[in-house]
Each structure stands twice: as structure tokens, then as C-alpha cells.
């Protein structure tokens, strides 16, 4: 038994590395895999990588620029119902401009930094692409085509993008804005509390029959208590169903109109059975 504990608590002791956070990485001695690629076996990749060749349209490099780009659930923070971003949405560069990309991975996850909509012909899928998994850091570099035109920048792991990762990157006046960029452009799918406010329906129905009530009548003898009630209960009743209803065929809301009907008309015999009972016991 002890030699068995001492086992396990050597093996616990030797594997503690396994458990350690990662350290932050420079990945800076990538293998070439020649046409832009290169990848080193720690997670870190660029594709698209283009340091030297002039895309057709522009007669020289019009700028060259270096920005450092950071990735990151903390980035987050400022866009509420988002979990995931970059720290910068919106980038805007000249057309021909060089631009080397510094790209920090802040968190423990994979994230990438990926530029879409380039020529094919200069660049593999029409794509520059950053990748780090983990806390580091990786370099990437590429030349713009000329023209204005609008660039999608996102981080396409699965559900990164829709949790906030998303960037436009503006090539002179750009065309147009993308939608669903935090803090810039209005997301496509907004955000809908219409069905969780029930108090508010009620206040909503109160209002509404007193309203009723001074136009029909001018007092308030007209009414009685039950018809309140009554009007009440169908105010309440009708957008329930009719959210009810909503999904429904025709067919559907006969057939649950009718069961309705027959549970009524259960509860309804119960209770004179129930009365018919007692009347006899009598
Ligand atoms: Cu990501």
C-alpha cells in the first residue's frame, strides 16, 4: 500500500509541468514552407506572408507601416453580450502600403488574426492569416492591392468571430462598412427582452380599459365589475395566445382550440356531477 501511494505521489509530482500555465512565446523561429507559409510545431502560423512581391496596380510600395494587434477575452469588456475581441476594430491604410502585423495572443486559447477578400493571384484563398495558440506572439507581413475596398479581419476558430473577434480593415476610403463590428457597426442579430416584462403586460391592460371606460361611458356605472374582469382576462389572454398561435398552422390552432373546449367542457361536467352528488345525498 505505501509503495503504491508513493507511486501515485511520484507520478503527480512529475506531471505538475503538464498542469503549469503557459508561459508567453515569441514565436520567432518558424519553418518556411515557402508561398508565405510558415509554422513552428508550438502553434504559431502565418499564411499569406508577402515581404517583397508589388501587387499588379501599384507602381511602387506607397508606405510601409507596423502595427501590434492584441487578442483577447479582456478586450471584451467594453462590448457588452460579447466575449472574445481584438483590441482594435477598425484599421485604415493607404493602397500599396507594406504593413508588417504584430499579433498578441493575451489569452490561453488559439486565436488568430485573418484578412479575407485579397487577390488570389498573389495570395493563396485570398487570405493573410496570424495564428498564435496560447499566450505569445507571432510577426506576418503582406502588401496591399490598390483600390478602396473594405477588408474583413476576424479570428475563425469556431464561435470566436460571433463572440465579438471581428475587425474591417479600410484600404483607402474603403467600400462600405461591415456589419456586426463591436463599437462600430450595428450587429445583425440584436439582442430581444420583449418576452420577459409580464408585469409590464398587466399595468399595460389596467390602463388600457380605464382608457375604454371614459370614452365609451364617460363615468364609470356603464361597466360592470365582471365585464372588467372579463375584458381583462382577454386582454391578457389574446397576446398570449397569439404568441401561442404564432408558429402554429391553421390546423394546429383548431385542434387546440378544440381541446380547449373539451377540457372546459370536462371541468364543466365534473362540477355538475359533483353538485348532481350532493343534491342526491340529500
Ligand atoms: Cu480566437
Known sequence: MIKQLSIIALALAVSVPVFAKKEFENHNKMMDHGDGHLMDMTGGMVMGQ???ILPGGCSRIAATKEITVHAGHKYAKKFPGRMLAFDVQEYQFEPCTKLTVNFVNDDDVRHQWMMHGLPRYLYPKGMFHLEVTGPGKISGTLIFPPGDKTYLVHCDIAQHMEKGMK??????????????IPGVTAYVIQDDYSDSQPESITETVVAEITEMKKKVTGNDSFFSGLTVIGLAIGLILAPLLARKFKDMSAGEIVTYIIELVKDAVDIVLKVINWLVGLVKKK
Open 50 to 52: 508577402n515581404k517583397d
Open 167 to 180: 475587425g474591417q480593415l479600410k484600404i483607402g476610403k474603403g467600400d462600405g462598412d461591415l456589419p456586426s
